[in-house]
């Protein structure tokens, strides 16, 4: 590469974003240092030994540098290129996990790579699922008002996210849904989101109140909708069968749907949890799985919210200001389960409080806001849609991260963006931000 492209190079890359992503990574490997931290162990040493969490880290730092620098220094059209190659290989390599993978804590999601280290393709494949994505939102022949186009974009979204499943990673199935926020940033109709919104919240109230009111309570609904628009059922019978096929669903859903997915598809643990984020208590003799686990080991225990309460508890008692730094009682007793990894969002909580919350949420707003400058900037489909993939996949993970650790959300395993432990994480979304960083240094082209 000459002299001349590389100083082109640098001067279109977007340094704030480069800024955040180095301060992210840096607060994320200071909160693993927290959780890990032991006064007899000589503290620069530690980082340099690769026997703690928390130089490991450093080291996955340091790959992901080397990582970024490349990618930089790359040319965008390998990207539109390769877009559809690499999700190719993205499922072979999911679907290898199932055959050859190690199974860690219940998940089936890992390729051993030898000293010590694993590959999670699951991670992986959501940049090339977004890479996908943008290459199918690329084409000059695209409508993406018919249906056809709707459920092929559905389809390359579904494909990781349903094998996700098959290998226990309900909460890795779950990111790729966030696609569908791209998906409706390119024409998507606001009918589909409203209908999934719906579902939630018929789940959520199935969850939470009595069969039977429930059932009641959509059937007035119902009557309400048919008089208020008798008018027009009296001139369209067709309307008429509409709300009562509503109806129906509606009820097959809470009366049916959900007790069998819960009772039969779910492990008991999942189900559990889920019920305790309403404040609900999950009778586990109900499950499928916990009757078949019962009747060979005769040790069923049933889970409880240990988690979240110890979550709770290190996040409250940070306070206004924090406890401050090595200070933390919860972190320093290790009472926070998985602290380093889902949890790490509590250390800072304990650490510097509210106020140190707030400021790190900050960044990522920042963070947020302006990859999506950077997505509306682009004159390329390719390169907004891939943008839009970014924000997307990074606004779920710390929504559902956050709030699943005060509660608000059930425990599905979701690490905190460039802050929890974890090679295979640090890696993706480093990927994921610089190759939306050599898209954006060459957005004057239009990329296919």
Known sequence: MSKTNSINISKGVDWLVIVLYITLVAIGILCIFMVEYKPEN??????????????????????????????????????????????????????????????????RSWLPLGGGFNLQPAELCKIFTALALAKFFSRQDLNFTKLKSQAYATAIILA??????????????????????????????????????????????????????????????????????RRQVKRDKGLLVLILGIWVVCVSIQRIAVPYIFNNVFQCYQSQRI????????????????????????????????????????????????????????????????????????????????????????????????????????????????AYSVASIMFFHICVNVCMTIGLFPIIGIPLPLISYGGSSLLTFTILIFIMLRLDADRQMVLR
């Open 42 to 107: 000589a503290t620069l040493e530690s980082f340099l030994t690769r026997d703690t969490n928390y130089s490991k880290q450093l080291f996955f730092a340091i790959i992901c540098l080397v990582t970024a620098i490349f990618i930089l220094l790359s040319d965008s059209k390998l990207y539109t290129a390769f877009a559809n190659l690499l999700y190719l290989f993205g499922i072979v390599l999911m679907i290898a996990t199932l055959f050859f993978g190690k199974n860690i804590n219940g998940s």
């Open 275 to 386: 019920y305790s984020m309403v404040g609900k208590d999950y009778d586990c003799s109900q499950n499928k799985s916990a009757v078949k686990l019962e009747s060979k080991d005769k040790t069923v225990h049933k889970p409880d919210d240990y988690n979240v309460r110890q979550s709770k508890i290190a996040i409250g008692s940070g306070g206004m200001m924090g406890s401050g730094f090595l200070k933390g009682t919860q972190t320093r007793g290790k009472y926070v389960p998985e602290q380093h990894t889902d949890f790490i969002f509590t250390s800072l909580g304990e650490a510097f409080g509210f106020i140190g919350c707030f400021i790190f949420l900050l960044l990522y707003l920042l963070l947020l806001f302006r990859i999506i400058k950077i997505a509306e900037r682009q004159r390329s489909t390719f390169s907004r849609v891939y």
């Open 160 to 229: 990781p996210a349903a094998i996700s499943i098959m290998q226990n990673e309900t909460g890795l199935a779950l990111v790729y849904l966030s696609f569908f926020i791209v998906m409706y940033r390119e024409g998507l109709p606001g009918i589909v989101l409203i209908i999934g919104f719906s579902f939630g919240v018929l789940v959520v109230a199935t969850l939470i109140m009595e069969p039977n009111l429930l059932a009641i309570i959509l059937t007035i609904i119902a009557g309400i909708v048919i008089f208020f628009m």
